[in-house]
């Protein structure tokens, strides 16, 4: 095989930086990434598309009383405005939102634990409250992380178009609050919830010298979130379909490979599903998408989730029995890029190296390059070609084109709700567009 750890890691130290969806650093991590295709001699082209990127001009949450103040918090991306004074009321805390703890919510503040799911949304909507404090992260974070909020922009139901103000604060304050308990709380948040900005996969090809119009696409997203190096989640996917294509660059495979960095997957796979719609020609002949998100951590055990027959995640399992290499596999849908193949009726999967909980972590400054390990790393990409280069070398192409029932149900719902989502967002779009002009450049945002 024709892969290397360190050169692998080389690169995967030069990636471990911070790449938001829609910044200049992520179009840096892309141009990186194209650089080091064509340092492997495969040709590799930059596709960009257009991603929401709500801009938060103002946001402050503060409790009222003698012991209270500001607290930090930053303002949720699409959830509305409040007039220039703000909002004031009551907290009320409603736990996990359930109908019971929205029995006297009307013209309160709410604080919810954790963020909330697009059906809690709806009913804090219709409870007459005045506007939500959401929390995330862990009371026992070191200090400096409360200040390190994830940015965040509200999944709603479809034509759900309530203003409803919502800013998002840490758990630790989510705790200090509570007890503390103010009588009011106020929030004020100012944002352009319609702001677009651009993103952008990295697509590199191998043609197949037998059958080249039949295609494999191997994906892995190449973003990160805010204050995170993305080093592990997911630097070493990223590195992982590197070292599989070069690898097909010095073994022509007999089938066309391609290799699909994705930009923008940490805020809805928005890459993946730009890039199936701008290749929707070609899906026909794509036979099988192989994602990878997160492998090489020291501490971790190995999954695969396939979106597709169950005959494949059976030959994993044989696979791994006959190489000694201890993977477990399921058929389901995968909260990554191989969704977005698998919605459009393209059978995929994904790899991924999970990690202990303590082992290692993502979404945070806690992801960072020093909990990762070349050899662990390696082990992967081995057994992933292993896999894959008979599969995409086969006489027949093995892989079934029928999707199983219970994936097929799930890609429905999905395709429903994006149907809905796409419906909404081009209201959104020429609703902003008639109220006013266009402003300045996409600023960084998550
Ligand atoms: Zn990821």
Partial sequence: MDICKERAFEILRRLSFTRIAGTAEELAAAELIRAECEKAGVEAVIESFEIDTPEIFQASLTAAGPEGGPIHCIG??????????????????IEDGLEANLLDAEGKILLLSGTAKPEVL????????LGYIACYGSIYDPPEMVRELRTRNERRKSGDETNFPGVLIHMSEAQKLLRLAPERVSIVLKQDG?????????????????????????????????????????????????????????????????????????????????????????????????????????????????????????????????????????????SSDSSSFAAPGVPAMTFARLA????????????????LDPTAFIRTVEFMLKFAEPVINAKLFPVPRQLPQQIQERVNQMAEQSKEQSKEQSKEQSKEQSEKPSEAQPKEQK
């Fill in 76 to 93: 949720i991306g699409k959830s509305g405005n409040t007039p220039d004074e703000g909002i004031s009321g009551p907290l009320l805390y």
């Fill in 194 to 334: 319609g702001k677009k900005g651009t993103s952008h996969n990295v697509v590199a090809s191998i043609p197949g010298t037998d059958k080249p119009e039949e295609i494999v696409v191997f994906s892995a997203h190449y973003d990160s979130v805010i204050y995170s190096t993305g080093a592990w989640d997911n630097g070493t996917g990223s590195l992982t379909i590197m070292e599989i294509m070069q690898h097909f660059a010095k073994n022509p495979p007999r089938r066309s490979v391609k290799f699909l960095w994705c930009g923008s997957e940490e805020i809805g796979l928005r890459g993946s599903k730009a890039y199936c719609e701008a290749h929707k020609e070609e899906l026909a002949k794509t036979l099988f998408n192989i994602n990878v998100d997160m492998t090489g951590t020291l501490l971790g055990y190995e999954k695969a989730v396939c979106s597709c027959d169950d005959m494949v995640a059976k030959h994993i399992d044989f696979l791994g029995r006959m190489e000694g290499f201890p993977i477990t596999t399921s058929v389901d849908m995968y």
């Fill in 122 to 129: 709806e009913r804090m909507h219709k409870s007459g409250a």
């Fill in 356 to 371: 202990p909980k303590g082992g290692a972590e993502i979404h945070s400054r806690k992801d960072v390059f020093e909990v």
